[in-house]
């Protein structure tokens, strides 16, 4: 963790003298990764609970069952962020009944209201910008305003300072497309099969050199490289690519994606981006983040 970043940190996690994490999701999980040596070093790391990807991924994390029975009162509990909103309106308020404090920390730039039920809201909410403030004060009103702190965004951060230990020049022609696991009834406008359709049609156009495409960890391996072979025998010169994503973008000359947090990791290296969102409607411009829009491509080359 860079020396700032700690400090910055530093001020919110010492007002509790007990500690605990509740994940779920990756991106959650790859924050609460860097924060737990900090709070070990301060002395107040307590329990790790997690549900879902995050449980099955690591070591030392306990069952979300056990979470509410370990809170005290006086405790803190750092919410990650998860796509089960519910979920989260459930651990604040039980957390909150137990007499425990909640950290809820975003990992993105987007749903900033759909998380929180506004009477039940948690007592300090972590954004990691200037941006994210003004969002999450539009979205929520000016209740939401006195929990708000802006510390960094310790795993983007962390997964850039990777990208560019690693060392070596990017190797040239080389695109890495990163998928969200996005299907039609998501009602976006696009999906992930509209999207290698559209990159396919991209890559035609501008006659770029060969594309490595990364499925999302909740997408089906085998499914992905079907509609990649598909579009193969139309032209689409792609290969499937299962390697570690910052090591793809570190290889890369160019990270493509969709929304995906690791396209905000490829800019903080370093790397050129695109966006495609073609064919997005309003729920799509929402689902965006205002980081990557000056990138988007949304309009269909045909």
Same mark, same amino acid.
Request: with cysteine; net charge negative; aromatic share 6%.
């Given at each position: 963790?860079?020396?700032?970043? %700690? ?6 996690? $010492? ?18 990764? $860097? ?27 306990? *069952? =979300? ?7 005290? *009162? ?20 039980? +957390?909150? !009944? ?14 900033? +209201? ?5 009477? &039940? ?20 009103? $000016? ?9 960094? &965004?310790?795993?983007?951060? =962390? !997964? %850039?300072?990777? @990208? ?5 020049? *990017?190797? *040239? ?23 290698? %359709? ?5 890559? =035609? $156009?501008?006659?770029? =050199? &060969? ?10 391996? #085998?499914?992905?490289?079907? /509609? ?17 994503? /910052?090591?793809?973008? %570190? ?10 947090? +690791?396209?905000? @990791? +490829? ?23 205002? &980081? ?5 491509? #949304?309009?269909?080359?045909?």
């Amino acid at each position: 963790m860079r020396d700032l970043s %700690a400090n910055l940190w530093r001020d919110l996690l $010492e007002r509790h003298q007990r500690l605990h994490i509740y994940t779920v999701d990756p991106g959650a999980d790859a924050m609460a990764s $860097e924060l737990v040596p900090l709070i070990s070093r301060l002395g107040r790391f307590g329990l790790w609970f997690a549900d879902g990807w995050s449980a099955s991924h690591g070591k030392g994390k306990l *069952p =979300a069952a056990e979470l509410l029975q370990s809170l005290s *009162p006086g405790d803190g509990l750092i919410v990650g962020s998860q796509t089960d909103f519910s979920r989260t309106r459930q651990i604040v308020r039980q +957390a909150a !009944a137990a007499g425990a404090a909640t950290i809820f920390v975003f990992d993105h730039w987007k749903n900033y +209201a759909a998380h929180f039920d506004i009477d &039940h809201l948690p007592d300090t909410i972590v954004v990691p910008d200037e941006i994210s403030l003004r969002m999450l004060t539009s979205a929520l009103g $000016e209740i939401a305003t006195d929990r708000v702190s802006i510390l960094p &965004h310790l795993a983007i951060e =962390a !997964a %850039a300072d990777r @990208i560019l230990s690693c060392g070596g020049a *990017p190797q *040239p022609g080389t695109i890495l497309l990163l998928l969200d696991p996005t299907e039609p009834d998501d009602d976006l406008g696009y999906d992930w099969r509209s999207t290698l %359709a559209a990159v396919s049609d991209y890559v =035609a $156009e501008k006659s770029l =050199a &060969h594309v490595l495409v990364k499925p999302h960890p909740r997408q089906n391996v #085998s499914v992905v490289a079907g /509609e990649i072979e598909a579009l193969r025998d139309r032209g689409f010169a792609a290969d499937l690519c299962l390697e570690d994503t /910052e090591c793809l973008i %570190a290889r890369a000359e160019e990270v493509w994606g969709m929304t995906t947090i +690791a396209l905000n @990791i +490829a800019l903080a290296a370093g790397r050129p981006i695109r966006s495609f969102q073609v064919g997005r409607n309003a729920a799509g411009v929402r689902a965006s983040n205002p &980081h990557i829009e000056p990138f988007v491509i #949304s309009q269909s080359r045909h």
